[in-house]
């Protein structure tokens, strides 16, 4: 079950209850340990045994470097972390390895399915290893409690990816109930739940219709899912992450955020900073930075080299396929011909004499349209239709469809679009609308929670109504036609 | 203290009841426009019957003679009547699609009668249907079926799978049907929303039909359109009037299996061909490609119908009525009159009276 | 030390020292980015002639563990 699930609301809000009825400390540990291996059964079953295997590896590595501190732990770090790698690129990226290679695998491991959340929490158990390592941490000497660090249920799916240092100090389950903090962290759900369920959901229909037929659709409408794609990866993942935050909050535990307002970013560099970020952060704290600090003085070299190493990981994280490597060295490229060049930039609109705040604006166009672009290779089927997708949208034949809508739009003049898709979700751009809205909000302090209560209360209301009606329509199969016979 | 000391003193158990309470309470206060949302919405789909279990539909529906009940998404009706068969245990129950649906239990008094047509199409779903109402040790005298010659044409029983569902219908189902209601038409529910009494089912409170206690349709009065017989979309070569050049042995296997059945539970078998418009009779006589209906139409077929145990009649071609579209609501549907007629030729027979002694006496 | 630091860092990253704090991090500095934070191992290398592991650049995630790394490579607290 997924977070948006009902199931799942369900199932928290038992382990919820049962939680602040145990008596903190190892009670509350086991409950949450158990709910967690069950939460994973039910997701995928037999692979439980590949979660628990990285737990214990980290539990075990992390001891065993402890011990080994100063007096050459580098074998045991490496052989540590090639042991808590290995289901990661046995699952993931044999096959497409191989590939590259010309090597054909026998057909019991190529048809191995990924374990649910693989990448998320080998990562989590990867960083504790390294933090270890690097003598930032202390090991944890209760399983359980490290055990819990890997597999906590909110985040083990989907993240956001956590460091040890900061989750396990908070694994004392101690508190007792509040109900502004489970308030708080209900407030969060129910945003994630607007995000995910309402929002996601709808902007991803017109989002397949192109994607998955790319010849025949005119360069406007690709441009159109284009940006479809990017918000309902926003909603669908944001929302994600804020459900997985509510509910640790619930339970005491404050979690890292993942998003703050990426599409305001004015630049690739701070796009990352904003996007993901437990992802972006754990790559430039484990990889980014070791790098660079090898290659210091390597002058600018060493930063490139650096800089598109780390982001082609980056994109090879997301899956295993070229689009992925040229995702992650596309934004490598992008960042590092951004940093180079912010000075000129900023000289030509000083020169220009544009304000600061259209500059902001202008900014955040163009780094949304990138990201858009760039993240249209996370999305095909395959590589050359990405090609179509670039050579169709940066043509003549854009600048065209855009001046007949406008024609058809604003002044009701000329043929009827032959575009179904951009005729049909126009509606759409008001959720888009929407959200840009409520990332300036929130990004200026105006979040739901400083709303008059009667607003957020016509919120909560309206909002769960159309979630719970959104739930109960995907549950039940599509309506029948009256026959007369 | 002890941290257990300190968990169980009064104290903290004092303030964790209020944080709870704090809690649950606020929820309450907050949500209160969408709960008192929510019981509105399942108070008005149980007052108006669609929300209900067939089983209580049917115990409702015996409180008094003039209730119709029509609701659910139409595709299937299957356990509303197999709801009512367990209530009223009848002595005869008509069997078959909307062809059945005009037998009335007059002609077949003073037996108890119930009408299960619009239920069933194929001898599979017969078959299934006999199995499903005799499985608690009741079982009918008689059934009255529906007996066309497509039903033994090659795949027939695939066109109607999903008109036979055993399912019954979800709780998220039902309110669904009535949220949409409100959303496109909420005044039309308004309207008619005093019908509720006794009228049960979104459907049949809408708009006044359904079905009546003895499981024939209540349908709108109205005069028939006279042109629809030779008119409608039913025509020879779309389904149910299908053509093939043979009658299929997969088909015979399904009669021969439901007939089987009848026997052991010790069910008669009264197979009617009830009457079709001249359109439908001018387009299979003489027909190339009718194979089936001539080999179905023959005395060697009607001979085997006879020696599985089924007493079969054929009043497909009536004369009387043939080419009179004022008795045929459409092309295969004719209307009560005619199946009255039937009904009294049928009850008349030797055959039959020899099954059902006490048919004619007050 | 303190000071020193903070003038390495001010001088870096184009902070007024009054800014720089124990807390200050890449996380809450924006002029603390990439680019700048190598700057930054280089500079404080050269000031306080040290030589740095790499497992001690990539602890540094904040100035208060600056200092702490400074004062175990034997930097005096002066």
Redesign the interface.
């Known amino acids: 079950m997924s977070l948006s699930d009902p199931a799942y609301i369900g199932f928290f809000a038992v382990v919820f209850v049962l939680f602040y009825l145990l008596p903190g400390g190892t009670a509350r540990l086991v409950l949450l340990l158990a709910a967690s291996l069950a939460f994973y059964c039910n997701l995928a079953g037999v692979y439980v045994w590949v979660l628990l295997f990285v737990a214990t590896t980290a539990y075990v590595g992390g001891l065993l470097l402890q011990q080994r501190v100063g007096k050459g732990s580098r074998l045991v770090f490496v052989a540590a972390l090639l042991v808590i790698l290995a289901p990661l690129i046995l699952f993931k990226y044999l096959g497409f390895l191989c590939d590259a290679v010309g090597i054909t695998l026998p057909e019991s491991i190529a048809l191995l399915a990924l374990p649910v959340g693989l990448s998320f929490f080998t990562f989590a158990a990867t960083g504790y290893l390294i933090d270890v390592n690097l003598e930032l941490l202390e090991a944890e000497r209760n399983p359980l409690r490290l055990a819990l660090f890997v597999t906590f249920f909110p985040l083990v799916t989907a993240g956001p990816i956590e460091r040890g240092g900061r989750l396990l100090p908070q694994l004392d389950l101690a508190l007792p109930l509040a109900s502004e903090r489970a308030l708080a962290g209900l407030q969060l759900i129910f945003i994630g739940l607007v995000l995910k369920v309402l929002f996601a959901d709808t902007l991803a229909a017109p989002v397949a219709t192109v994607f998955g037929d790319p010849e025949s659709s005119p360069p406007l409408e690709k441009f159109v899912a284009v940006v479809f794609f990017a918000f309902d990866l926003y909603a669908d993942f944001a929302g994600y992450s804020l459900i997985a935050i509510g509910c640790a909050k619930m339970l005491g535990i404050e979690v890292q955020p993942n998003f703050r307002q990426p599409f305001l970013s004015p630049t690739i560099p701070e796009f990352w900073r904003t996007w993901h970020m437990s992802l972006s952060f754990w790559v430039r704290d484990y990889l980014f930075l070791p790098l660079r600090a090898h290659w210091r003085r390597a002058g600018h070299k060493g930063m490139i080299g650096a800089t598109l190493l780390s982001f082609t990981i980056l994109g090879v994280w997301h899956g295993a396929g070229w689009q992925f490597v040229f995702y992650g060295l596309a934004f490598g490229v992008l960042a590092v011909l951004s940093l180079y060049t912010i000075r000129y930039r900023d000289r030509a609109y000083a020169a220009l004499g544009v304000p600061q705040p259209i500059v902001r604006i202008i900014r955040a166009i163009i780094t949304f349209i990138v990201f858009a672009l760039v993240l249209v290779l996370f999305r095909v089927s395959y590589l050359n239709d990405a090609l179509l997708f670039y050579r169709d949208i940066l043509s003549i034949d854009m600048l065209n469809n855009l001046w007949v809508t406008i024609k058809s739009g604003l002044f009701h003049y000329g043929e009827p679009l032959d575009m179904p898709v951009v005729s049909a979700y126009w509606a759409d751009w008001f959720l888009i609308a929407a959200i840009v809205a409520g990332d300036i909000l929130v990004r200026n302090g105006y979040t739901l929670a400083k709303c008059p209560v009667s607003i957020q209360a016509i919120a909560y209301n309206v909002g769960l109504a159309l979630i719970i009606y959104q739930w109960m329509s995907s549950s039940v199969a599509p309506p029948f036609l009256y026959y007369k016979f | 203290m002890s941290?257990?000391d300190e968990?169980a003193s009064p104290a903290?158990e004092r303030?964790?009841l209020r944080?709870?309470g704090?809690?649950v309470g606020?929820?309450l206060l907050?949500?209160s426009?969408?709960l008192l949302?929510g019981v509105v919405l399942e108070g008005l789909a149980w007052h108006i019957g669609e929300t209900m279990p067939v089983s209580v539909i049917s115990t409702w529906q015996d409180g008094a003679a003039d209730r119709i009940w029509r609701g659910g998404?139409?595709?299937s009706f299957l356990t509303y009547k197999l709801a009512r068969v367990a209530d009223l245990k009848p002595e005869i129950i008509a069997l078959g699609?909307?062809r059945a649906n005009a037998f009335k239990g007059d002609g077949f008094a003073p037996y108890t009668f119930f009408n299960a047509g619009l239920t069933a199409w194929t001898f599979d779903q017969y078959r299934r249907f006999l199995e499903l109402i005799t499985r608690d040790g009741y079982a009918p005298r008689a059934l009255v079926f529906n007996m066309d010659y497509w039903m033994l044409s090659s795949g027939f029983d695939h066109y109607w799978v999903?008109?036979f569902d055993e399912k019954p219908a979800?709780h998220?189902?039902d309110?669904?049907r009535v949220?949409?209601q409100l959303r496109e038409d909420p005044l039309r529910l308004w309207r008619n929303l005093p019908r509720a009494d006794h009228v049960h089912g979104l459907y049949a409170v809408l708009t006044g039909e359904g079905f009546r206690a003895d499981g024939s349709p209540a349908d709108k009065p109205g005069t028939p359109d006279p042109a629809l017989p030779a008119g409608d979309e039913t025509g020879v070569g779309t389904p149910?009037v299908v053509l093939a050049d043979h009658i299929a042995a997969e088909q015979v296997a399904n009669f021969e299996q439901f007939a089987t059945l009848a026997k052991a539970k010790h069910v008669a078998l009264i197979g009617i061909q009830l009457p079709y418009y001249e359109k439908i009779l001018n387009g299979l006589n003489g027909n190339p490609q009718a194979g089936i209906w001539r080999e179905f139409e023959s005395t060697e077929w009607h001979r085997r119908f006879a020696d599985s145990g089924v007493i079969f009649f054929d009043f497909a071609d009536m004369p009387a009525y043939r080419d009179k579209p004022e008795y045929f609501l459409d092309s295969?549907d004719p209307d009560a009159r005619v199946v009255s007629h039937i009904t009294q030729q049928v009850m008349a027979d030797p055959r039959v009276r020899a099954l059902l002694p006490k048919a004619g006496m007050p | 030390m303190t000071a020193r630091v903070a003038k390495v860092f001010s001088e870096v990253l184009g902070v007024s020292p009054e800014h720089i704090t124990d807390e200050t991090s890449p996380d809450n500095t924006p002029q603390w980015d990439s680019m700048a934070a190598m700057n930054l191992v280089v500079a404080i290398e050269d000031e306080f002639d040290v030589r740095l592991s790499t497992a001690e650049i990539i602890s540094m995630r904040n100035v208060a563990i600056v200092k702490k790394v400074l004062t175990t490579k034997g930097v005096a607290d002066a």
Do not use: F, K, N, Q
Request: aromatic residues 4%; charged residues 20%; glycine residues 4%.
């Open positions: 941290a257990a968990a903290v303030s964790r944080e709870w704090r809690l606020v929820l907050i949500l426009p969408l949302a998404d139409g595709h699609p909307s999903d008109r979800t998220v189902s309110l669904l949220v949409a149910p295969l």
